[in-house]
């Protein structure tokens, strides 16, 4: 089997995967993948991603021209090109709406909170690129702001970006988005999200090497180490990766409170603070004046 043979069989498994877990619904998602030299092969447009066959797939170069195929490549293609156009070592694209993370995007929450360490050492944080009308121009530059420092990336009210050094990698990151926001949202559901520490999050990241996993940003550098710096002197997030981790002061775990935010560290041996709202202190004073009585 040809490489070119290979790498649309891959296009098709990968779309039929996709489709069978819900990641797409009827023609939605686009994948590509670079076919040597300037060449890219892509997903056609008008097109369930669980029905291709190999046949499907169009041949574009790096400028949008369709060279070979019946069919016209996706709509989402400026997308697809501006991703290859900023990161040289980038060799596949995946687009898709998995419904958590889609969900996650619609409400403009980012998955940045360190709370799994597989997904800090593998994408970092998952940021969402500004709403942009699909299928146009400024889909592309919405994309262009965080592509350079990240493999994976939301689309306000739209879907998810990832991309690999292959197909399966790209695809792959995919399934690790969506996971991530399943977990992510149980956690928020049942009232907290222990968040891993600032410490251990820098501990992670110089393991990604001992991983094997290449890391398109460092992440950036935690504002309270500058507190004195201005906006403008702080890290520019589309050149490094934002991650939310507090600071452990020894702890690597740093207790999550309901309403999203954290507790302040405690050293190891110190009492932990409690933190009552107004109505549940008036309730326990008030079941200790009935057992008063």
Request: hydrophobic share 40%; proline share 7%.
């Amino acid at each position: 089997m040809s490489t070119e043979s290979s790498l649309r069989a891959d296009i098709v498994e990968i779309g039929r995967r996709m489709y069978a877990r819900g990641y797409t619904a009827s023609n939605d998602g686009n994948i590509s993948v670079r076919l040597g030299g300037d060449r890219l092969l892509m997903t056609p447009k008008s097109v369930c991603k669980g029905f291709m066959t190999p046949d499907m797939m169009c041949v574009t170069d790096l400028d949008g021209r369709k060279l070979q195929g019946e069919r016209d490549p996706s709509s989402e293609m400026l997308m697809h090109l501006e991703v290859y156009r900023q990161r040289p070592d980038v060799q596949a694209v995946v687009h898709a709406h998995p419904p958590i993370a889609t969900g996650f995007a619609v409400a403009g929450i980012p998955l940045d909170r360190a709370v799994l360490a597989e997904v800090l050492t593998t994408l970092g944080s998952v940021p969402i690129a500004a709403y942009a009308t699909p299928s146009t121009r400024e889909l592309p530059e919405a994309v262009r702001k965080y592509i350079r420092a990240h493999d994976g990336m939301l689309l306000a009210n739209h879907g998810a970006l990832t991309v690999g050094g292959d197909l399966y990698s790209a695809y792959f990151k995919m399934e690790t988005v969506e996971h991530f926001a399943k977990i992510s949202l149980v956690a928020r559901l049942l009232g907290r999200e222990n968040l891993i520490s600032r410490e251990e999050v820098m501990r992670l990241q110089e393991l990604r090497g001992t991983y094997g996993i290449a890391a398109p940003a460092p992440i950036c550098a935690d504002p309270a180490d500058s507190p004195g710096a201005g906006a403008g002197d702080r890290e520019d997030p589309a050149t490094c990766q934002v991650v939310q981790a507090p600071a452990g002061s020894g702890l690597r775990l740093v207790p999550g409170l309901p309403d999203g935010s954290v507790q302040p560290a405690q050293r190891p041996g110190e009492e932990a603070e409690i933190r009552l709202t107004y109505r549940e202190l008036s309730a326990l004073i008030e079941d200790a004046i009935r057992s008063l009585r």
